[in-house]
């Protein structure tokens, strides 16, 4: 793996707070952004999601402020979904065949832009832009971006509506895709969930495949603290749906739960993935922040945590 | 079929009781049903969702022809709004029914982002426009025009009849985005010979010249305004009409050229005054600094109650009568 410099309009991109500009370490690595299925083995995802974390962090540090603990806690998920297991075509973002990959939490936006960027969906040098004033890289994504970007879901609970009609889609038209969706644990709450979790369920998209991101945090802080979400599991069994538990951290179980969800024929699948937010950075372990502040000398702890020299 | 005995026949809830005609709706042409079925037949990228209210918004004809591009998502609104959003992005083009009130007020944050904010090809076909349901004021939709046209990319049409609906849903079809069709189903058969109309997306259509005033009138309230314009020729008072079937993009250049030529231009919906064609009509003579008089007929910002449409439509100042007269006293006025 090779690590590209820098690119030259980090320079001028504004910093936080006074905050110096700190370069992206985003390594560029081609055999990352290659047409297909990338099915990579687990050593190399704890590369890529090593990659997605320090990013995650360079990109909040401008900014001194974001959605620094989600970007960390899924940055499995994210690496297990876009380089191993959905089938998509950096360089044609419309391919027909592709699998679709949600991104219902729109917010966790550090992490999905990085995660682009490294896939090859969208060049390095535009993560200068994330949420600069005229930018299409916002803070809550947004399709301005282009079409790699599969919907817009800032307004929390739209997500597995739109895959779910993707999903059916491929049935109507004889059109085989799968249809992945990054789903929130707060998002629970919206009623519009269980609509489509019931039209799923009874329609059988056997396509569709949901990774709930359990970090138990929301804006009002601990979700139990907000409304109980639990039994999870045994909701969406109860709604039709196979459900796989999984510590969200752990590449393997993300690999067998992904496979499973493949070979399931009947009904769709919910991959119940516990994760940490702030995972990775002792700092910002398990700390419960919606949009956390992060000052610079954190983040450059973290940093150097991550590896990246000052 | 469950193999249970039948239930009672599902009527639209349009009339019902001791309102409905004798000859139920049995007999009439499902004119929109028909058309969307045709226009399906031609092109496969159609398919038809509907929120429990199949016979109501007369897509069992789709449902029993082309049962696999129909989709039932049950009672449940904005996730049908979100599955057309995602069946759109996957290159078919989704038609949603339901009535007025639940295609609109309901999942009005899932309609702005999922199909007007991604100019999804998506047509969002409402029943029971206005004031013309027995079911009461959670049906009636005073507002879904207002609504819908606050939202950028949303083309608005509503046909003033049965038989505009052919053409109006011809129209949504072949323009490629969102559209929110408004429209009831029709209450009896047309008159043998009666024409087709035609409707082209945002072009007012006149149907009678007047010297005296203009009315414009959308949906149902064009006949009640057609019968209105002979009750004022009576009174000495020549009126034209036309037919603002597309309230959303609005013909504009119409309205500046209509204001030149006459002193009073009057609207009829069957709507609130408050964001339908009234305002729309207000926006254009406001910002042409004309001087032309205007008078707004429709709902008085205020809800509804449920009863036989006539009863609501006299209720509401939206029977013929009652606009003849509102006509006739602006007009004393503006002609002074």
Redesign the interface.
């Known amino acids: 793996m090779s690590r590209t410099a820098a690119p030259k309009g980090n320079s001028t991109a504004a910093g936080g707070e006074g905050t110096p500009v700190n370069a992206l370490t985003l390594p560029s690595h081609a055999p990352w952004q290659q047409r297909g299925r990338l099915a990579l083995h687990e050593p190399e995802l704890r590369q890529v999601a090593h990659a997605l974390r320090r990013t995650v962090i360079e990109l909040v540090r401008r900014h001194g402020q974001g959605y620094v603990q989600q970007g960390l806690g899924a940055a499995e998920i994210f690496a297990s979904l876009y380089f191993h297991e959905a089938r998509i075509d950096p360089a044609d973002a419309r391919w027909d065949a592709r699998d679709r990959c949600i991104l219902s939490t729109a917010h966790n936006s550090a992490l999905f832009h990085a995660a682009l960027a490294l896939r090859g969906m969208i060049p390095a040098v535009a993560l200068d832009g994330y949420v600069q004033d005229g930018s299409p890289l916002e803070i809550n994504v947004s399709e301005r971006l282009g079409p790699m970007v599969e919907g817009t879901f800032g307004s929390l609970g739209q997500g597995l509506s739109v895959a779910a009609g993707m999903a059916l889609a491929s049935r109507i038209r004889g059109v085989p895709y799968r249809v992945n969706v990054v789903l929130g644990d707060g998002e629970l709450e919206e009623g519009q969930v269980w609509e489509a979790a019931m039209f799923a369920g009874s329609e059988g998209l056997h396509n569709l495949c949901v990774v709930l991101d359990l970090n138990w945090m929301q804006v009002e802080g601990h979700t139990d603290s907000v409304l109980r979400l639990n039994p999870i599991a045994d909701k969406w069994r109860a709604f039709n749906w196979q459900v796989i538990e999984a510590d969200g951290h752990d590449l393997g179980a993300l690999l067998a739960a992904f496979a499973q969800a493949r070979a399931q024929s009947e009904r769709p699948t919910m991959v119940v993935a516990t994760t940490v937010p702030g995972k990775g950075v002792s700092a910002l372990e398990g700390v419960i922040s919606h949009n956390a502040k992060l000052p610079a000398d954190v983040a450059d702890t973290a940093l150097r945590e991550l590896g990246v020299s000052a | 079929m469950n193999g249970l005995a039948p239930t009672l026949e599902v009527s639209d809830f349009t009339q019902g009781g001791a309102h409905t005609p004798a000859a139920a709706a049995i007999s009439v042409p499902r004119y929109y049903g028909e058309t969307l079925l045709e226009l399906a037949r031609e092109r496969p990228e159609i ?1 038809c969702l509907t929120a429990d209210l199949t016979t109501s918004t007369e897509t069992d004809l789709f449902r029993d022809s082309l049962p ?2 129909f ?1 039932m ?2 009672i ?1 609104e ?2 049908m ?12 083009q ?1 038609w949603v029914h339901t009535f007025c009130v639940f295609a609109t007020r309901r999942p009005y ?2 309609v702005a ?2 199909v007007a ?2 100019r999804c090809d998506v047509k969002i076909v409402g029943f029971l426009p206005g004031l013309s349901t027995i079911l009461g004021v959670s049906h009636q939709a005073i507002d879904d025009v207002a609504l819908m046209r606050a939202l950028p990319n949303m083309t608005v049409i509503e046909p003033s009849g049965p038989a505009q609906v052919p053409a109006a849903v011809r129209a949504a079809a072949n323009h490629r985005g969102p559209v929110y069709l408004r429209m009831l189903r029709a209450q009896a058969v047309l008159p043998p010979g009666t024409p087709w109309e035609p409707l082209e997306i945002g072009r007012i259509q006149p149907l009678a010249e007047g010297r005296d005033a203009l009315v414009i009138a959308s949906g149902l309230a064009v006949e009640p305004a057609r019968q209105a314009l002979q009750l004022l020729r009576a009174h000495g008072i020549e009126a034209g009409l036309a037919n603002a079937h597309t309230i959303k993009p609005f013909d504009e250049a119409f309205v500046r050229e209509q204001a030149r030529r006459h002193r009073l231009i009057v609207t009829v919906e069957n709507h609130s005054i408050i964001g339908g064609l009234g305002s729309a009509v207000a926006e254009v003579l406001a910002e042409a600094g004309s001087s032309t008089r205007l008078l707004r007929l429709g709902v008085r910002d205020r809800f509804a109650e449920g009863a036989s449409m006539s009863y609501l439509f006299e209720h509401h100042g939206l029977s013929a009568a009652a606009i003849a007269d509102a006509i006739r006293k602006k007009s004393k006025e503006a002609l002074k």
Do not use: I
Request: proline share 7%; charged share 15%.
């Open positions: 398919v696999e591009r989709v998502p049950g449940a904005a996730n709004v979100g599955l057309a959003g995602g069946l759109a992005r996957s290159g078919l989704a944050d899932q982002m999922q904010y991604p």
